[in-house]
């Protein structure tokens, strides 16, 4: 389930999966998760799949290690919203791609849950915060600050020069 959910990335305000992730979870090889789903092209409009640009895909590179040695990908990736993969099982008719598929339908309907959860959790902070007076700003100002993840220190390029005595 973890694999699932740190495979789902946001493209173009949506939340899908790459192609060749969703190949490794089905247990098929990348061309062949396209090939079938160029056969079955009618069943794929573009809010169920699209192909990343090449923008797109320079970034998403720049983000996730990928191999540069021989072998690499030739083309860009396309992608899969979740009712693109949804879709997939009728295309991939094996039964690992219906299981792999029931767990991937969960994990979008849990990061849903938890988005509305955050959602509804800062409408009520706002309410709370136009409620109460000028006394309160500073605890809602702590609770949001606990709201918001701590960012992750960076660290120095380069070796650091010991310090002469």
């Known amino acids: 389930m973890e694999r699932i959910a740190t495979a789902i990335v946001a493209i173009r305000g ?3 999966m790459l ?5 490794s979870l089905y247990g098929v090889e990348v061309r062949a998760l396209n090939q079938a789903v160029q056969r079955n092209l009618e069943r794929f ?15 998403l590179k720049s983000q996730i290690v990928t191999s540069s040695s021989w072998g690499g990908r030739r083309k860009r990736p396309y992608v899969f919203t979740e009712q693109g ?7 991939l008719r094996s039964t690992r791609a ?3 598929n029931i767990e991937i339908m969960r994990a979008f309907v849990r990061l849903r849950q938890i988005l509305a959860t955050h959602a509804d959790l800062a409408r009520k ?3 709370l915060e136009k409620k109460y007076d000028e006394s ?6 702590a609770i949001r600050q606990l709201m918001t ?3 992750k220190p960076k660290r120095p390029i380069g070796f650091a020069r010991a310090k002469k005595r």
Do not use: G, I, R, W
């Open 14 to 16: 949506q939340k899908v």
């Open 19 to 23: 192609d060749e992730d969703l190949a």
């Open 45 to 59: 409009p573009d809010d169920f799949m699209f192909q990343l640009t090449d923008e797109e895909y320079a970034n």
């Open 85 to 91: 993969v949804a879709m997939l099982s009728s295309v």
């Open 98 to 100: 219906v299981q792999v």
């Open 125 to 127: 902070l706002e309410t």
């Open 136 to 141: 309160f700003k500073a605890v809602f100002d």
């Open 149 to 151: 993840p701590p960012a």
